[in-house]
């Protein structure tokens, strides 16, 4: 194989792309994709099965207040979007999951002014939800007391919005509140330790979470306070990372040249291919355009399980963030990914010039 030009493995194939299992489309609302991740639905139906066990007759009140709660989140993702929207910046995409929301942005919310309005925005909604409601209850109940089965659930509907604008306040990362504090410490003498003052304080609000579940034995604690300790510690690794690529483009990262391969390549042919190259990771090809990502990890994964004859786009990556050669490394907080799991491919003039991996961006931070 040259090692002068980048160039296809095999030929392509017309096997159809596969998307991911895990998500569903659910459409657009004000021209933003809408997504649902399906962990929702294991979340949804372990509720379900737990009030159903205790309380026969509450499943009905239970799914109503679940639904309520998902469309909470999703109007605090909304707001969050429409912030950025005021800033010129475009979302991606709206994502909603078992313990939460996240909004896709095309580009890091700058300067700190701006960080703090869109993420004020998401709690904005739920408290001024909770307000909303909260009247109702006041002008049709003025003793604050419910008295019928729908001022009832209007009062916990105003509860729980409020309960979800006021936590996520909380100055801990990876909460809102978490990301106003980063950027009011950018403002100040500890601009270049913001992010790690609130990771550690996140990090120390997640391991009292812990603490509290084990003593009350509040089973949604452990599993939430794993979640903001990682979360928080990855926001500052990233933003560790992108303070020392500062001005380094992705053309000065990436691997060149780059090996791709077409969809029915197998994934023993590339595993071939790694052990006598230095590039362990491949783009994944239909015609012109990049449609996935093969990853060291999912090969491995993969031979361990004996699939060494399966083609590569049973094992590839859906969701490809590409980079050009000019683009700032600042374009990795796109993903969704670790930093030490990242395979971008650099696209130019439609062709795959190079691919930056956690090996290229190693050898920078430590040059």
Avoid: C
């Amino acid at each position: 194989m040259s090692e002068d030009q980048n160039h296809d493995l095999f030929e392509e194939d017309e096997a159809p792309q596969r998307k991911s299992m895990w998500i569903m489309e659910l459409g657009e609302v004000f021209g933003i994709p809408v997504r649902l991740h399906l962990s929702i639905f294991l979340l949804f139906g372990y509720v379900l099965f737990a009030s159903s066990s205790r309380m026969p007759d509450s499943s009905g009140r239970v799914a109503l207040m679940l639904l309520a709660i998902f469309v909470a989140v999703f109007l605090h993702e909304l707001g969050h979007s429409f912030a950025a929207r005021a800033f010129r910046i475009q979302v991606k995409d709206i994502t909603i999951w078992a313990l939460g929301g996240i909004a896709r942005m095309e580009r890091v919310v700058r300067p700190p002014h701006q960080h703090i309005i869109v993420s004020l925005a998401g709690p904005a909604v739920n408290i001024t939800l909770a307000m909303l409601l909260g009247t109702y209850i006041v002008v049709v109940s003025p003793d604050m007391a419910p008295h019928t089965s729908f001022q009832q659930l209007v009062f916990e509907l105003a509860q729980m919005n409020l309960i979800l604008g006021l936590f996520n306040l909380i100055p801990a990362l990876p909460m809102d509140g978490g990301r106003v504090l980063k950027s009011l410490l950018s403002m100040t003498s500890l601009r270049d330790r913001s992010s790690k003052v609130a990771a550690r304080i996140g990090q120390g609000f997640a391991i009292a979470m812990g603490i509290l579940g084990l003593i009350t034995g509040y089973f949604w604690l452990l599993i939430l306070a794993p979640f903001f300790f990682l979360s928080a510690e990855r926001e500052w690794q990233v933003d560790n990372i992108l303070s020392r690529f500062a001005g380094t483009k992705a053309w000065q990262a990436m691997l060149k040249p780059v090996a791709t391969a077409g969809r029915m390549t197998s994934i023993g042919s590339l595993v071939k291919y790694a052990s006598g190259n230095k590039q362990q990771d491949f783009p994944i090809m239909e015609g012109e355009s990049v449609v996935g990502v093969v990853t060291r990890w999912s090969l491995m994964d993969a031979m361990e399980h004996g699939h060494q004859d399966d083609p590569v786009f049973t094992i590839m990556d859906h969701e490809v963030h590409t980079l050009s050669p000019f683009d700032s490394l600042d374009k990795l907080l796109q993903t969704s990914l670790p930093i030490d799991r990242l395979v971008l491919p650099v696209v130019h003039k439609m062709r795959v010039v190079g691919l930056v991996t956690p090996d290229q961006l190693q050898e920078i931070r430590g040059s």
